[in-house]
T-cell receptor
Framework: GQQLNQSPQSMFIQEGEDVSMNCTSSSIFNTWLWYKQDPGEGPVLLIA?????ELTSNGRLTAQFGITRKDSFLNISASIPSDVGIYFC???????????????FGQGTILTVHP | DVKVTQSSRYLVKRTGEKVFLECVQDMDHENMFWYRQDPGLGLRLIYF???????EKGDIPEGYSVSREKKERFSLILESASTNQTSMYLC???????????FGSGTQLSVL
């Protein structure tokens, strides 16, 4: 199946620093999503992107859908301790057909924030 | 609030046992999914279902089967558990055309 390469694998930062992570694919996706998993919980959707070039914000989080439709980026500004967790990118080929909302996930970025 | 409930938070089984992981959603979603999560590998899709009694293989279905007799319930079955099936298992659901998955809290399965 499709593969998503997410980087970096882990990040150790100080509170207040900005964070950047990205995801690349060998396939074109019609939708990109970013999820966050808190310790002991399932992933929760942060941001969904639907158009190439789209830039979307959710509070201190900003994500972009790459122009080539093969990549996406997530930035977190002014990090705080509760930003700790695992961040996953995910891509979807498209609605309808046999996709049924099926997503392909990246390997995850483990974020640690030191107070 | 949207809720996906997985029956067990932790499970310890022996090699060769038949294992059932249960998942229930209260959102009347058409789609349900089973993923496994392993460090460095992210989430990999095992099986999904888009309707009652319908199922489709995901990327890693070997050694697993599923059952969906009712819309709200999706079960993952390990016919004969093996040590390489030790993992975190995550259930999720979504609306028919939706890309927004709602996840349960996961079941950490250890096979000894």
């Amino acid at each position: 199946g499709q593969q998503l390469n997410q980087s970096p694998q882990s990040m150790f930062i100080q509170e207040g620093e900005d964070v950047s992570m990205n995801c690349t694919s060998s396939s074109i996706f019609n939708t990109w999503l970013w999820y966050k998993q808190d310790p002991g919980e399932g992933p929760v959707l942060l941001i969904a992107l639907y158009k190439a070039g789209e830039l979307t914000s959710n509070g201190r989080l900003t994500a972009q859908f790459g122009i080539t439709r093969k990549d996406s980026f997530l930035n977190i500004s002014a990090s705080i301790p509760s930003d700790v967790g695992i961040y996953f990118c995910a891509g979807q080929l498209g609605a309808g057909g046999t996709s049924y909302g099926k997503l392909t996930f990246g390997q995850g970025t483990i974020l640690t924030v030191h107070p | 609030d949207v809720k996906v409930t997985q029956s067990s938070r932790y499970l310890v089984k022996r090699t060769g046992e038949k294992v059932f992981l249960e998942c229930v959603q209260d959102m009347d979603h058409e789609n349900m999914f089973w993923y496994r999560q392993d460090p460095g590998l992210g989430l990999r899709l095992i099986y999904f279902s888009y309707d009652v009694k319908m199922k489709e293989k995901g990327d890693i279905p070997e050694g697993y089967s599923v059952s969906r007799e009712k819309k709200e319930r999706f079960s993952l079955i390990l016919e004969s558990a093996s040590t390489n099936q030790t993992s975190m298992y995550l259930c999720a659901s979504s609306i028919n055309t939706g890309e927004k998955l709602f996840f349960g809290s996961g079941t950490q399965l250890s096979v000894l």
